[in-house]
């Protein structure tokens, strides 16, 4: 396994730094939760930092996710139900009000120990956790993401997404 985040870190892949509440980056960590809900997001693949926001928020985790799909509110709840084992009724309610979606598939986990805000601030004093996403390749951005190139691995959680989209194509 890899031992920091730099050796299995794309140049090629936007890297991003998204927030998402705590409850789920642990699903995630665990792979209990191998897909993220959003209203409206990128639509490319990329890799991310994930800010957990709450109590004790902070960055320990990074995530590298496929294409994410993009689809009518029916669609997205039927995957959601299908692959996350999510409830169709809330999903479709949560994605109604605009009937359009995106399903972001979450392929691998990397855990790394804690970076809390307080110290993330204390090092980065422009650092600021983002309301949804924020790009970490841009130039004023480049401490910030070399930093967390060098933090070290503590565990791996890898989704099999071959299997999910073998799903979709007899399910859809």
Same mark, same amino acid.
């Given at each position: 396994?890899?031992?920091? !985040?730099?050796?299995?870190?794309?140049?090629? $892949?936007? /890297?991003? $730094?998204?927030? !998402?509440?705590?409850?789920?980056?642990?699903? !995630?960590?665990?792979? /209990?939760?191998?897909?993220?809900?959003?209203?409206?997001? %990128?639509? =490319?693949?990329?890799?991310?930092?994930?800010?957990?926001?709450?109590?004790?928020?902070?960055?320990? /985790?990074?995530?590298?996710?496929?294409?994410?799909?993009? *689809?009518?509110? =029916?669609?997205?709840?039927?995957?959601? *139900?299908?692959?996350?084992?999510? =409830?169709?009724?809330?999903?479709? *309610?949560? %994605?109604?009000?605009?009937?359009?979606?995106?399903? !972001?598939?979450?392929?691998?986990?990397?855990?790394?120990?804690?970076?809390?805000? /307080?110290?993330?601030?204390?090092?980065?004093?422009? %650092?600021?956790?983002?309301?949804?996403?924020?790009?970490? =390749?841009?130039?004023?951005?480049?401490?910030?993401?070399?930093? $967390?190139?060098?933090?070290?691995?503590?565990?791996?959680?890898?989704?099999?997404?071959?299997?999910?989209?073998?799903?979709?194509?007899?399910?859809?």
């Amino acid at each position: 396994m890899p031992t920091k !985040i730099l050796e299995i870190y794309d140049s090629l $892949l936007p /890297t991003l $730094l998204i927030s !998402i509440h705590q409850e789920y980056v642990t699903e !995630i960590n665990l792979g /209990t939760k191998v897909i993220e809900y959003r209203k409206s997001f %990128f639509h =490319d693949p990329f890799q991310a930092f994930v800010y957990s926001s709450g109590k004790g928020g902070g960055i320990a /985790t990074f995530i590298q996710c496929d294409q994410p799909i993009v *689809s009518d509110a =029916d669609r997205l709840a039927r995957i959601g *139900s299908l692959v996350g084992n999510d =409830d169709y009724r809330e999903l479709f *309610s949560y %994605f109604k009000p605009k009937n359009t979606g995106v399903i !972001i598939p979450i392929q691998t986990a990397y855990q790394i120990p804690l970076l809390p805000l /307080t110290q993330l601030r204390e090092q980065f004093t422009e %650092f600021t956790a983002p309301q949804k996403y924020t790009f970490l =390749d841009h130039p004023n951005k480049q401490a910030l993401l070399n930093y $967390l190139l060098e933090q070290p691995i503590i565990g791996k959680t890898k989704n099999n997404w071959h299997n999910y989209y073998e799903q979709l194509r007899q399910q859809l």
